[in-house]
């Protein structure tokens, strides 16, 4: 009796972890919880399948973000020191809140005037990054090789853009490298930035989300584990303020010089760092997702970039050796390029918030600092009409909606043909 | 015999080019009167004198501009098309009026979306300068020599920084390259000082440059050339803003490929040319030159910069390797730190701007596209007490006020002894 009831136990608890991925996720790693502040998660190994028979790489498409950065805005840091600092300096905190406070305090003065910026782990996360695009691909880089290489007008983007083409260079000083950062091409980089949903969702999207928000309240119990007196608490703190900053600075540290010190996520249990999460992915997911709470239109923000990005392909394939185009841009513009793609099920379309985790709609495995789409592009040689293409997120294989023989490698016609008649399609209904 | 002769012919020859006018730099080339806007004249490259005896060089302390540019704002093309579009719909422009009207609509579309944005000759510039600075002092970058690089925040000063490191990284691809642009680094890359910017155009330096420059504002021979009837065209003084926007424009074009497709130069003659050269020339004296009209100090906006320079250069020569530091930001740095300097005798002081242009005081010299002071430091050994260094501008060797018996090269003590003081005394001044 006591072995059927445990194995009952077991197989809920292994039932709710399954339909829990980030859950899962967390447990293993706080640093998840982040979301798109999550430091690039890099594999010991990259595993990759044999491309089709005979036909080897010979051109990369790419759009990536910047590497892990600090925040943009004075006030993330500012205004949780500043609590902090004022409990602190009437006894309010508890040894672990000094430690906190001391920690935050750290994190404000290696940001300071620095806010927005790459951080020295953002520089490491674009040479690795660029290092393993050229180890495992190494037929694309060879001889007197072109690199394209174009950046949004962020500073913080065209250092990564130059930090992955210094890269290649030391691996291959012959390369030929063109490099460029205007505003002539934030059509495509950076589509419609000011008009985007995100900045202002449609009244469903929006309702849907604060029900959601509604039901998945921040837990105040943290509070209590870094001040010690609940009164103070009560009359001194602004609860929904202080609490969404100082998780976004826990979020932030590890993008820091302080990543390896005492982790600020340590505070939060592992249920509160997961209703954290949920609420920021229900955020993205209708900010930069396809649900029908938006109309499906994040996605289509991006139909400017996968056009360029296709027509850009037709016209290297034609070329013997066409070497890499390298983009760099923003996190939102990839979550919505992935959605558009639909790749690894990041095309959800669904009103339902709370199936997002299981359907593997999730943020971080998505668009972590420094995360990247690279179209890798194969052949058997420059006469081969049957070009194919696999997409890496991340650096790791990805699946698209598209018939294929050999998964993740697709027909370079299917893609084309797919993408472009969803794109009109959709541009058609618009009229 | 031959010897003297030799010697006289050579001081024959610096006395020509020490004798030489703007006017004779007009008549060699007239895109020296665009004043920031010139594009960066490639120098020399066997001109260089050799490393003093026993000495080799070891580190490189650089600031440099960006390279060749597109106009930064709108306004310059839209000013001039404005003027003469209204002129056309009034049926007052001469067909050449018309053709430049519509070369200014070809201009504006070549330049949409780019303002302010790095050319491919910007690109260039930087990969050339640093392929020289490579090629001249190889000691500095062998093996995995250490390359330090800021830019400030502006996109065209990192793309010309990425330009030279992508360079210098092609030849050696063993280099250790720590680059960066941010804000952090402000208060020395690009330094404002409100006090010292604030007093720039005083009352009397205003009146100054009024009396200097209000005759040579018009251009009676281009408004006959663009229009058929000027009625109303001195309204605003839009008449002389028309021919600053105009020769502007034109100067411009040669940062970009845009100078291939269209040509505003048969529009201004030389002398047109040299008056605006001579105005821009009297214009930037005031604003960040030593000029007595605002006080003199001017130039001590690069002062955190200037002491940066010598602290991060004492730190350097401790090291076995240190490699080179590189800097990039803008014309409005690299002039100023020339003057203060007195690199090439741009500390002369003078009231009078008239004086300006016989003493050599040419901004053109200082500060192209692509300008860059380059100090090179020269050593026996790590243990060298004697540490002599020269600076380089836009890569010609240069003179500094300070007496030396190894010219072009100085004693890096001298330099610091008195740059250093001069230094602490204008911090007295402002009470630093």
């Known amino acids: 009796m006591r072995k059927f009831l445990l194995t009952i136990v077991a197989t809920t608890i292994v039932c709710s972890v399954w339909a829990q991925p980030a859950y899962r996720d967390m447990r293993k790693n706080r640093q998840c919880a982040a979301g798109n502040y999550m430091a690039y998660p890099e594999q010991k190994k990259y595993h990759y399948t044999a491309p089709p028979k005979g036909t080897h790489p010979f051109y990369i498409s790419h759009y990536g973000r910047q590497g892990s950065r600090y925040h943009s805005k004075i006030r993330n840091y500012d205004y949780p020191w500043t609590v902090m600092h004022k409990a602190d300096s009437l006894g309010k905190l508890t040894p672990l809140g000094r430690e906190i406070f001391s920690q935050i305090g750290q994190m404000r003065q290696e940001a300071a005037h620095r806010w927005g910026e790459m951080s020295p ?25 072109h690199i394209d290489a ?19 260079l030391s691996m291959n000083p012959g390369l030929t490298v063109s490099h460029d950062a205007s505003f002539c091409y934030m059509d495509y980089l950076n589509h419609d930035n000011n008009k985007r949903p995100g900045k202002k969702m449609p009244e469903a999207a929006q309702q849907a989300l604060n029900e959601y928000l509604a039901q998945h309240p921040i837990d105040d119990a943290y509070l209590a584990r870094l001040f010690n007196d609940p009164e103070y608490v009560g009359q001194a703190i602004k609860k929904d303020e202080f609490s969404d900053l100082l998780f976004k600075l826990a979020c932030s540290q590890q993008n820091t010089l302080l990543r390896d010190s005492m982790p600020l996520l340590r505070i939060y249990s592992q249920k509160e760092l997961y209703n954290y999460w949920q609420r920021g992915n229900a955020w ?25 990005m296709i027509a850009e392909a037709d016209s290297c394939i034609a070329l013997e050796k066409p070497g890499v185009q390298l983009r760099f841009g923003h996190d939102h513009v990839m979550m919505e390029l992935l959605s558009l793609l639909g790749a690894n099920g990041y095309g959800l379309y669904t009103d339902d918030l709370s199936t997002l985790e299981q359907r593997g709609w999730i943020s971080y495995k998505a668009i972590p600092m420094a995360a990247n789409v690279q179209l890798i592009f194969y052949r058997h040689d420059r006469h081969d009409s049957d070009v194919y293409v696999k997409l890496l997120l991340n650096e790791q294989e990805a699946t698209l909606p598209l018939p294929a023989k050999k998964a993740p490698y697709y027909r370079w016609s299917d893609f084309r043909q797919y993408y472009l008649e969803k794109i009109e399609t959709y541009l058609k209904r618009q009229k | 015999m031959k010897r003297p002769l030799l010697l006289i012919l050579l001081m024959l020859g610096v006395l020509t080019l020490g004798a030489q006018t703007v006017k004779e730099c007009i008549a060699a080339d007239r895109y020296f009167t665009a004043s920031n806007y010139r594009v960066y004249p490639s120098p020399d490259e066997s001109t260089l004198t050799p490393a003093p005896a026993g000495k080799k060089a070891f580190y490189i302390s650089h600031y440099g501009r960006h390279g060749s540019r597109y106009l930064s704002s709108k306004k310059g093309y839209t000013i001039p098309y404005k003027i003469l579009h209204d002129a056309d719909s009034l049926g007052r422009l001469t067909t050449l009026g018309k053709q430049v009207l519509q070369q200014l609509s070809i201009i504006i579309a070549d330049s949409h979306e780019r303002w302010g944005d790095l050319s491919a000759l910007g690109k260039q510039q930087h990969r050339d300068i640093a392929r020289r600075m490579m090629q001249r002092f190889p000691e500095v970058f062998e093996g995995n020599a250490h390359i330090q690089a800021r830019s400030t925040t502006v996109n065209r000063c990192m793309l010309s920084m990425g330009s030279a490191l992508q360079q210098m990284m092609s030849i050696n691809p063993r280099l250790d390259i720590d680059m960066n642009a941010s804000l952090s680094d402000m208060w020395y890359m690009n330094h404002q000082d409100k006090q010292l910017r604030d007093s720039m155009m005083t009352k009397k330096a205003k009146a100054a440059y009024k009396r200097f420059s209000e ?9 006959s050339l663009l229009f058929t009837d000027t009625t109303g065209i001195h309204q605003h003084d839009n008449d002389a803003w028309l021919n600053y926007y105009l020769i502007k424009a034109e100067l411009i074009q040669q940062n970009t490929d845009m100078h291939k497709q269209v040509s505003l130069s048969n529009l201004f003659t030389d002398d047109d040319l040299y008056l605006f050269w001579k105005r821009e020339n009297g214009w930037w004296y005031i604003m960040y030159g030593p000029s007595l009209l605002n006080g003199g100090h001017q130039p001590y906006t690069q002062r955190h910069l200037l002491r940066k320079m010598i602290q991060d250069a004492d730190s350097c020569m401790r090291m076995e390797r240190p490699g080179a530091q590189l800097r990039y930001g803008h014309e409005t740095i690299v002039l100023p730190l020339t003057c203060l300097l007195g690199i090439n005798g741009f500390d002369y002081q003078t009231e009078n701007l008239d004086e300006v242009e016989s003493h050599h005081w040419w901004a053109s010299q200082v500060f192209p596209m692509a300008a860059n002071l380059q100090f090179v430091f020269y050593r026996s050994g790590i243990d060298d007490p004697d540490v002599v260094f020269k600076v380089l501008l836009n890569e010609q060797e240069a003179t500094l006020p300070l007496p030396t018996d190894m010219a072009p090269y100085y004693h890096w003590r001298d330099f610091k002894q008195y740059y250093l003081k001069k230094l602490d005394e204008y911090a007295k001044l402002r009470n630093e």
């Open chain 1, 150 to 168: 174009k950046s949004t007008i962020i500073s913080r983007c065209i250092l990564s853009m130059e930090t992955e083409v210094l890269q290649l």
């Open chain 1, 121 to 145: 782990l953002g520089v490491w996360q674009q040479r690795q990054i660029a290092r393993r695009m050229m180890e495992h691909h190494p037929e694309v880089f060879q001889g007197e090789v």
């Open chain 1, 284 to 308: 993205w997911y209708l900010s930069h997702g396809g649900s029908p709470l938006n109309q499906g239109a994040p996605p289509y923000i991006q139909h400017v970039l996968l056009r360029t």
């Open chain 2, 215 to 223: 005759d040579t504002v018009h251009n009676n021979r281009l408004l």
